[in-house]
């Protein structure tokens, strides 16, 4: 070949590459505003909604030892255990509404936030004697008669706050579908400023004690709902909100089986962790161990409100583009979100591994609590790296509409490989708390994830946009 020809072709070949390099740079950019503008205000939303259930624990905790006990275990048992079954639930709407919303079907998403509501407030009546029976449920759990007995009343307080959940978790995701995160953020940030005026009134003003403390939380729970509900209905969704319709109660059965599926899905993993703290509470002498678990899951629990975010956001995107008959731009939807939340992952496991010897500092200054924490910062590390991979391939697979598979891969990994596993390195091997996590991460937790992963990859995009196209058809 003529060398002026060769070199000809290969300034093509370089010109063609730096093309698409700058080509994928513009994509990056373009996917990251649209991933972040969701993310970014879903981060908000979940920190501030937190923060509320933390606040009132903290005013019970100032009101006696007994009452923070109670108070605790009404919202982190009782509450959380509903909560978790009707959040699940309602992302089924992320499904539907995003893929409508893609598909610009927009008068389909107030006929499924109706259909949603429906089918979210008959199972939040069902699952009502969990309040009622709270008591006596405590107790055959081994839970003390005062702290019991106590935390049935509060439970009663809660049962309005449990009403109210179907609907605030429905009007969010419609909201979310169409990309209006910033409304909900908003809204729940004005809430948490509302809510520690209303705590400190009822229970430091009019010295309501911890029943006032649970009113505050029910007050503001309502309050939410209203500010989002009069948003939609006021205007705000002007092609999405139609009014009441009947067409909201055709279809039902089938929306029945998404919501179902996808609260397994949520459940099976809300509770995974919560099962290791009831693990390590069974431990001989598990006073230290518990109390430094309780540290790790609490640093855990702040840093999983972002991959929480990435979750809502690639839920969204995945199905704002499926729902369009995008597939190249659902997947590179996906690959954008993983990068990002993984990277931050990466970020925050590295502080954790630097800061080992320090975490404790925040919650307490014991010695041997520090040194207990200090000796499980690696799995604390370990998990948040991990738990920044899962929930983006969780929110593909919600916005996709996989949730009844992924909920089979949850059941298997969490609970037929990582609990027993857990049993067997805690009691069996006598490991302690180090050996009941690390079997819970590596039997389940990792091998979810992996097959999370190998499904995302194998599934066929193309197809998936058709059926998303042929669903709102």
């Not at 598909?103 to 069902?126: D, E, P, T």
């Not at 009403?163 to 809430?191: D, E, G, H, W, Y």
């Not at 939340?341 to 404790?360: E, P, Q, W």
Request: proline share 2%.
């Amino acid at each position: 070949m003529d060398e002026s020809v060769e070199q000809t072709l290969l300034l093509e070949d370089y010109k063609s590459n730096d093309i698409e390099e700058k080509d994928l740079k513009a994509r990056v950019l373009v996917e990251t505003k649209k991933l972040w503008q969701v993310a970014g205000p879903a981060i908000i939303t979940r920190l501030t909604n937190y923060s509320l259930s933390l606040i009132t624990q903290a005013v019970a905790g100032h009101l006696g030892d007994v009452e923070l006990a109670s108070m605790s275990i009404a919202y982190s048992v009782i509450v959380i255990f509903n909560f978790a079954l009707l959040l699940g639930m309602a992302t089924a709407l992320e499904t539907l509404c995003g893929q409508a919303y893609g598909a610009k079907r927009y008068n389909m998403l107030g006929i499924y936030l109706q259909r949603s509501c429906i089918v979210l407030g008959l199972a939040s009546i069902v699952l009502l004697p969990i309040y009622i029976y709270a008591t006596p449920i405590l107790k055959l759990l081994g839970q003390p008669e005062d702290v019991a007995e106590l935390t049935g009343l509060i439970s009663l307080w809660f049962i309005p706050m449990h009403l109210a959940f179907p609907f605030i978790s429905a009007v969010q995701r419609f909201l979310l579908s169409q990309l209006k995160i910033n409304v909900v953020a908003i809204n729940s940030t004005l809430t948490l400023v509302v809510h520690v005026f209303i705590s400190w009134l009822l229970v430091f003003k009019l010295e309501l004690g911890v029943f006032g403390a649970a009113a505050a939380l029910v007050i503001s729970t309502w309050i939410s709902f209203f500010g989002l509900f009069l948003y939609v209905v006021c205007g705000g969704c002007p092609l999405t909100w139609n009014g009441l319709s009947m067409e909201a109660f055709s279809g039902l059965w089938e929306f029945l089986k998404l919501s179902a599926a996808s609260g397994i899905m949520i459940c099976l993993e809300f509770w995974y962790y919560r099962i290791l703290i009831v693990m390590t509470g069974n431990l001989k002498n598990a006073t230290i161990a518990v109390d430094a678990l309780a540290v790790c899951m609490n640093i855990n629990g702040w840093e999983s409100m972002i991959p929480l975010g990435f979750l809502a956001a690639t839920g969204v995107r995945v199905a704002n583009e499926l729902g369009a008959g995008n597939a190249r731009g659902a997947k590179f939807a996906a690959k954008v979100s993983l990068v990002q939340s993984t990277m931050i992952g990466i970020v925050f496991c590295v502080l954790v591994l630097i800061f080992h010897d320090k975490l404790a500092l925040v919650f307490s200054t014991s010695p041997v609590i520090i040194k207990a924490v200090d000796r499980l910062s690696y799995l604390l590390a370990l998990t948040i790296l991990l738990n920044s991979i899962q929930p983006v391939l969780s929110g593909v697979a919600i916005g996709s509409g996989w949730q009844s598979l992924v909920a089979y891969v949850n059941l298997g990994c969490y609970y037929i490989i990582g609990v027993p596993l857990g049993l067997v390195m805690g009691w069996v091997f006598n490991f302690g708390v180090e050996g009941i996590w690390c079997s819970m991460i590596f039997g389940g937790t990792a091998i979810q994830t992996g097959i999370l992963a190998i499904i995302t990859i194998k599934r066929d995009w193309e197809k998936e946009a058709r059926q998303a196209i042929a669903r709102h058809s």
